[in-house]
């Protein structure tokens, strides 16, 4: 099927930055061409005149199947705070995990984003709900020593199991997540990063959230977290680390030599007051490919990478007493090409470009939140004044999942009726 996007201002983000006025063709599931008039007739026809075409956004940290758990840990101490949550997530069921994990997608359909990273348990469930969706999950399975989980069986066996099911799913691109120091001894940092390099997957962690988290660590073993995992060689191309906000110069060193990626997430570490502010102009000095996460909707309570966008480059300016930091360009280039580096996939996402995946959102360019606008101030007013309402078709590998502001891919009035129940069966104990 051929998809015609007719007349649009296209944010390419290509190596150019290219900013195009014109059509953008889609054929299956891919581009095939990008800002001159098509001049045949597409089986689709969208007519752009006036909006803007920007690639899916990538959230590279969260835990899609907590949307269901909103508002239920607020305005608590980080160990309360923890508590509290994995009592609740030892009472989940298949059903709740896949109403989750729907109503996380929609929202993030919503905003914008059409691929993200997960971090979770029973990634079996989070897939097929993400499947259904019409989304992009890279569904990370959670690590960590067996005597400290809730899973049945052997966690990093129960990963690799995971991963042989759904290898090569469309959409689905399984991989491997270690919960964190706290609960990861070497071996099983160790085989988790072994498996990865094997399959060539991504592998993600927590890594340096809490000031607590580092001392301890440091305690133990007599190193700090990111040291420890350099040396036992698990830092990588294929690591994101989420949070990454307790570390030294010496650690972003080290992250910078083994090519890896971090997924700050400054929302869900403000709202937890855990402190820290993830040292982006020393991630960029030193060659650590940043990215951006939203993390979970306990610890955020949105899944708007909109917004998330906006508040990165924002703490970052106001805590470095710099406004020159995080410009607006490089904001765009965070949640799109650099998100799409994190999970391997830069050949094929992040940009519009063709050859690429068929991930696109139109923007409402009448919108008044966005005007004046003009092609000398569009990359600013994408990083600073845009708005998840402002999301008006969103099409992800080729199929539409949003059109006129309406979810194609699921029953939105059914799951939203369901949610309240979930809420109370999981949280009112």
């Known amino acids: 099927m051929i998809t015609v996007f007719r007349d649009a201002w296209i944010v390419t983000q290509n190596a150019n930055r290219d900013v195009l006025i014109g059509d953008v063709v889609v054929d299956g599931e891919k581009i095939?061409?990008?800002?001159?008039?098509?001049?045949?007739?597409?089986?689709?026809?969208?007519?752009?005149?006036?909006?803007?075409?920007i690639p899916g956004l990538i959230n590279t940290h969260t835990h899609i199947a907590m949307t269901v758990m909103k508002g239920v840990v607020d305005d608590l101490l980080f160990p309360d705070f923890l508590d509290k949550t994995f009592k609740i997530d030892s009472d989940r069921t298949d059903a709740d995990l896949a109403l989750g994990t729907k109503?996380?997608?929609?929202?993030?359909?919503?905003?914008?984003?059409?691929?993200?990273?997960?971090?979770?348990?029973?990634?079996?469930?989070?897939?097929?709900?993400?499947?259904?969706?019409?989304?992009r999950g890279v569904c990370c399975w959670c690590c960590l020593d067996e005597d400290k989980t809730t899973q049945k069986g052997n966690p990093v066996q129960n990963c690799k199991n995971f991963?042989?099911?759904?290898?090569?799913?469309?959409?689905?691109?399984?991989?491997?997540?270690?919960?964190?120091?706290?609960?990861?001894?070497?071996d099983t940092c160790v085989e988790a990063k072994a498996f990865s390099d094997e399959v060539?997957?991504?592998?993600?962690?927590?890594?340096?959230?809490?000031?607590?988290?580092?001392?301890?660590?440091?305690?133990?073993?007599?190193?700090?977290?990111?040291?420890?995992?350099?040396?036992?060689?698990?830092?990588?191309p294929r690591m994101i680390t989420a949070h990454s906000a307790w570390l030294t110069q010496r650690e972003v060193k080290l992250m910078g030599d083994a090519g890896m990626s971090v997924s700050s997430c400054?929302?869900?570490?403000?709202?937890?007051?855990?402190?820290?502010?993830?040292?982006?102009?020393?991630?960029?000095?030193?060659?650590?490919?940043?990215?951006?996460?939203?993390?979970g909707s306990t610890t955020n309570n949105t899944l708007d990478m909109i917004m998330e966008m906006r508040v990165l480059g924002l703490l970052q300016k106001s805590s470095r007493w710099d406004p020159t930091v995080t410009p607006a360009q490089e904001l765009l280039d965070i949640v799109t090409i650099n998100g799409a580096k994190a999970i391997g996939m830069q050949d094929q996402l992040g940009s519009i470009e063709p050859g690429?995946?068929?991930?696109?959102?139109?923007?409402n360019g009448k919108d008044p939140?966005?005007?004046?606008?003009?092609?000398?101030?569009?990359?600013?007013?994408?990083?600073?004044?845009?708005?998840?309402?402002?999301?008006?078709t969103v099409m992800c590998q080729g199929?539409?999942?949003?059109?006129?502001?309406n979810i194609t891919t699921l029953d939105k009035d059914a799951l939203l009726a369901q949610s309240e129940g979930a809420w109370k069966t999981l949280c009112l104990r």
Not at 37 to 49: A, L, Q, V, W
Not at 108 to 118: E, K, P, Y
Request: proline letters at 4%; charged letters at 25%.
């Open 32 to 53: 095939v061409s990008v800002g001159p008039k098509y001049n045949g007739t597409g089986d689709r026809e969208i007519d752009c005149k006036g909006d803007i075409i």
């Open 163 to 186: 991963y042989s099911k759904f290898k090569g799913e469309r959409k689905i691109v399984p991989g491997v997540s270690l919960q964190g120091v706290y609960v990861c001894s070497e």
């Open 103 to 135: 109503l996380g997608c929609m929202e993030m359909m919503l905003s914008g984003t059409t691929t993200f990273v997960d971090f979770y348990y029973s990634e079996d469930v989070v897939a097929k709900a993400t499947q259904e969706a019409g989304l």
């Open 369 to 392: 939140n966005l005007r004046p606008f003009v092609r000398e101030n569009i990359i600013a007013n994408l990083a600073y004044s845009l708005e998840s309402q402002n999301v008006k």
């Open 399 to 405: 199929d539409i999942v949003v059109e006129n502001r």
């Open 356 to 363: 690429k995946y068929a991930d696109l959102v139109v923007l």
């Open 200 to 236: 060539q997957c991504p592998i993600t962690m927590h890594l340096s959230e809490t000031r607590g988290e580092v001392n301890e660590h440091k305690r133990l073993t007599g190193k700090r977290p990111a040291e420890w995992l350099s040396d036992i060689g698990v830092l990588g």
């Open 266 to 295: 400054p929302m869900s570490n403000m709202k937890l007051a855990t402190g820290g502010v993830a040292p982006v102009p020393e991630f960029n000095k030193y060659g650590v490919n940043v990215s951006l996460g939203t993390d």
